[in-house]
């Protein structure tokens, strides 16, 4: 039977990336060995990392002044080293949800931290807005997608302030205005590779602004200067960022995955307003396109497990919600094709029909 995807992450990568670092792990560039065994700083091997930077840089259109690092450690290691690097005295956060908050949390460690607005008291169910950032800080972080409560920024936040994002779940879904930004990063296992690197775009002028010390491995400097190759990179999600970068720019680049998003999000959404057994879980205007949260109504809610396994016997994996929201979460990303998404709605229909 064929299987649907819907993992939160790890989750769906593109049969393209998939089947070519299959090769490649077999037989790296016609080199006879590896992608495992064969050293990072072979030519074969440097070749992909320029490649899977530059590809970066093209697909979000990231202006002169930015660099593109690709580095171990996921999204969390970032937490800190963002503030470690541009936190002199005091920031200002947007608190959206889980990982929004452990960012705070690390933030606290470097100096003053303003939380401008949060919906923890809704459980995170919308996104604060008409909050005020003070001017006086470093810069303004935020989640741009909530990847457990499906909530997401529809746009960048209007402020006049550098920004620093946590993209992780929602990279590469829709165009950016990178110039805004004094950082943007994400781990790689939602978008675009198997979990082990994040990718980080940074303002070079941004940095060497703090007075402490940074260890030279935290120091974004260190890795700009190594073109990502301080340490030894984790090669094999880095060959599988490059191959899942290079399908987007076959498919026309982040505007037409845009398309594609909001395409498959209607569907999916449009058949949770319908269907009597169901309803979402996050404000209409914050719904994101990439993680669809949901649950029975009121009346079905003892009918939980049972629809989680009717699901199952269908070939739906991975649309148990999250622990903290409950029910269900279908995570439609870049790489999970509409077909899965309408097999799920004929699930979700055929399941309300026998009740
Ligand atoms: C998954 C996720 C993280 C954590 O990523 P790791 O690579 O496991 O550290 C952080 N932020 C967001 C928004 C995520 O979705």
């Known amino acids: 039977m064929k299987k649907h995807n819907f993992y939160a992450g790890p989750s769906i990568l593109s049969e393209y990336t998939v089947k070519n670092t299959a090769e490649a792990i077999l037989d790296f560039a016609g080199t006879g060995i590896s992608l495992m065994e064969i050293s990072h700083r072979s030519k074969e091997f440097v070749a992909v990392m320029d490649e899977a930077r530059a590809l970066v840089k093209e697909l979000l ?9 690709f580095l171990g ?4 290691l970032q937490f800190c080293m963002a503030p470690y690097n541009l936190l002199e005295t005091k920031a200002a956060y947007l608190d959206t949800g889980t990982w929004a908050s452990n960012a705070i949390k690390e933030a606290k460690l470097f100096g003053q931290v303003d939380v401008v607005a949060s919906s923890k008291d809704a459980n995170y169910s919308f996104i604060p807005k008409n909050y005020v950032v003070p001017s006086d ?3 303004f972080h935020y989640t741009s997608n909530n990847t457990i409560f499906g909530t997401q920024m529809k746009k960048d936040p209007d402020v006049d302030i550098l920004l620093v994002s946590d993209m992780s779940s929602d990279i590469f879904s829709r165009p950016i205005d990178v110039s805004k930004y004094a950082l943007i990063y994400a781990g790689a296992q939602k978008n675009l590779a198997p979990a082990g690197v994040a990718v980080i775009i940074v303002r070079e002028d941004a940095l060497g602004k703090v007075s402490r010390p940074i260890p030279t491995i935290l120091d974004y400097r260190t890795h700009i200067k190594k073109e990502s190759m301080f340490n030894t990179p984790p090669c094999v999600p880095v060959y599988a960022a490059l191959q899942t970068l290079k399908w987007y720019k076959e498919l026309g680049g982040v505007k037409a995955m845009q398309k594609r998003n909001e395409e498959k999000a209607a569907v999916l959404y449009g058949e949770i307003d319908r269907n009597k057994l169901f309803k979402g879980t996050a404000a209409v205007e914050d719904r994101s396109v990439m993680n669809v949260c949901f649950v029975m109504n009121d009346e079905y809610k003892d009918l939980e497990d ?3 396994k009717f699901a199952a016997s269908k070939g739906m994996v991975g649309i148990k919600g999250h622990r903290s929201v409950g029910g269900f979460r279908a995570s439609i990303y870049n790489a999970l094709p509409l077909e899965s998404v309408l ?5 979700m229909k055929e399941f309300e029909k026998q009740h």
């Open 306 to 308: 049972e629809f989680a």
């Open 61 to 69: 259109d990231v202006p002169q002044g930015y660099d593109v690092i």
């Open 343 to 347: 097999a799920l709605v004929e699930v």
């Open 137 to 139: 800080v470093d810069y």
């Open 73 to 76: 450690g996921g999204a969390s």
